[in-house]
């Protein structure tokens, strides 16, 4: 019985990110690449201050490797990959700067978003002009043979809207221990499957692979208490990498029931926001939501097992949406 590829990918992604953290959290600490803790935080994550940050790089470097030999033949997956890195590489400059600084200020937000921009800017115009989707999206509960043409003047804000929002939303949702890694592989998980449906989809569906087994040796890694932690240019690296799939899929508006841990860390932020502006008061105790449970005296894990199990329940009916 011959093993499905998407099975040898993500298992040597896996391996390969297992190695690549064995050799460069040793790096990481040698140079002193330690993580800066928010004064304002909860205080539980002051032992965390100078643990090694960058760990994003334990699952780009066999990202990088496996997705390239693709990728030479491939222009979806050239795609993926670049995209994933150029926000990646927007992630780095800001935890560079935050760590030569000594402090928690990296690159300004303006800055920050214009590199986001960038990347997402390319990217869509990718989709546009050298791919076969045209400008059509699934529309969940409808069917996945049934998708929605949007015109190209809604499609292109549309596609960067979806590439900025998710990149926000994971470096949001990487504020515990295990949980944006845990969450984000087994979105991916549930896209793989997704793309088996469809042979032309077969570049979709291993990249997804390769990205969920480097997340699983990751977490190997950063499950509670963390040995290393993700850094920006991990978390915009992910949220980049799954809003990329989605729109290749045609699923972004998919993504949003797979991804509700997504949604709700982000809309928690945005309503704490919003609110303390209007009425000096809070709704949360702290935003993201996962600082609220924390400061409601849950522990890391039990939030993180929470919302793993929030997630395959969401990608369960993303999967029954779709059908």
């Known amino acids: ?26 790096l990481l600490k040698k140079f002193k690449f330690g993580q800066t803790i ?12 100078g643990i090694p940050t960058m760990g994003g790089f334990i699952f780009l470097i066999p990202v990088t490797i496996i997705c390239g030999y693709y990728a030479l033949n491939d222009n ?11 926000f990646g590489l927007i992630g780095f400059i800001d935890d560079y700067l ?13 800055q920050k978003m214009l590199g986001l921009l960038a990347v997402s800017a390319c990217f869509t115009a990718y989709v546009v002009t050298m791919t076969n989707m045209g400008e059509k999206t699934v529309v969940p509960f409808i069917g996945i043979d049934n998708p929605i043409t949007v015109p190209i003047v809604i499609f292109i804000p549309f596609c960067i809207f979806i590439l900025l929002a998710y990149s926000n939303a994971v470096n949001l949702t990487d504020g515990l221990d295990g949980l944006a890694g845990s969450v984000t592989m087994i979105i991916l998980v549930f896209f793989t499957v997704v793309a088996m449906l469809n042979e032309e ?11 969920a087994g480097g997340c699983l040796g990751f977490l190997t890694f950063n499950l509670h208490p963390a040995k290393v932690i993700m850094g920006d240019v991990g978390s915009l ?3 980049g990498a799954v809003a990329a799939v989605s729109i290749l899929l045609q699923m972004p508006l998919i993504l949003v029931i797979a991804g509700m841990v997504y949604f709700i860390e982000n809309m928690s932020v945005i309503l704490q926001v919003a609110y303390f502006k209007k009425t000096g008061k809070r709704i949360f105790r702290m ?12 522990g890391e894990t039990k939030i993180v097992i929470i919302f793993i199990l929030v997630t395959v329940v969401f990608c369960g009916i993303a999967f029954f949406a779709l059908r």
């Open 287 to 298: 935003a993201p939501i996962h600082h609220h449970f924390e400061l409601m005296g849950w």
């Open 237 to 239: 690296a992910l949220g």
């Open 98 to 110: 935050k760590i030569k600084r000594r402090n928690k200020d990296g690159l300004k937000p303006k």
């Open 76 to 86: 979806d997956m050239a795609a993926l990959l670049l995209t994933t890195l150029g």
């Open 201 to 211: 989809w077969n570049s979709i569906k291993l990249f997804c692979a390769i990205l």
């Open 1 to 26: 019985m011959k093993i499905p590829t998407q099975i040898i990918v993500f298992v040597l992604a896996f391996v390969l990110a297992i190695i690549s953290g064995i050799i460069l959290i040793p």
């Open 38 to 49: 928010r004064d304002d935080g909860p205080k539980t994550h002051l032992v965390k201050q």
